[in-house]
């Protein structure tokens, strides 16, 4: 259980950090990249509060938000390149 409150105490701080670093960030790029990681800081949060609770539930909505979380970072990726591969 340490293990497990250590980790959700390193996932809040990352996620409060990347949310300085998208009000502050100087570029859309830092922005963007900051969002992707509180997303999936928060999804990890998520995750890890659903293994202390012992909830299965929460496998399906981890899954979810990831594989949204993914799509919007390739879109998000696609408009900053402004269509360019």
């Known amino acids: ?7 959700l105490v390193a996932c809040g ?3 409060v950090l990347s949310a300085y670093r998208i009000v502050v960030g100087p570029t859309p790029a830092d ?15 998520v995750a890890l509060i659903g293994v202390r609770a012992g909830s299965t ?9 990831t ?8 879109s998000l990726a696609r408009a900053l390149t402004r269509g360019w591969r």
Do not use: E, H
């Open 13 to 15: 701080f990352a996620s």
């Open 31 to 45: 922005r963007a990249v900051a969002s992707d990681l509180l997303t999936f800081a928060l999804v990890a949060l």
């Open 67 to 74: 594989l949204v979380a993914f799509l919007s970072s390739v």
């Open 57 to 65: 539930a929460t496998l399906d909505l981890v899954l979810v938000a």
């Open 1 to 7: 259980m340490i293990g497990l409150d250590v980790a």
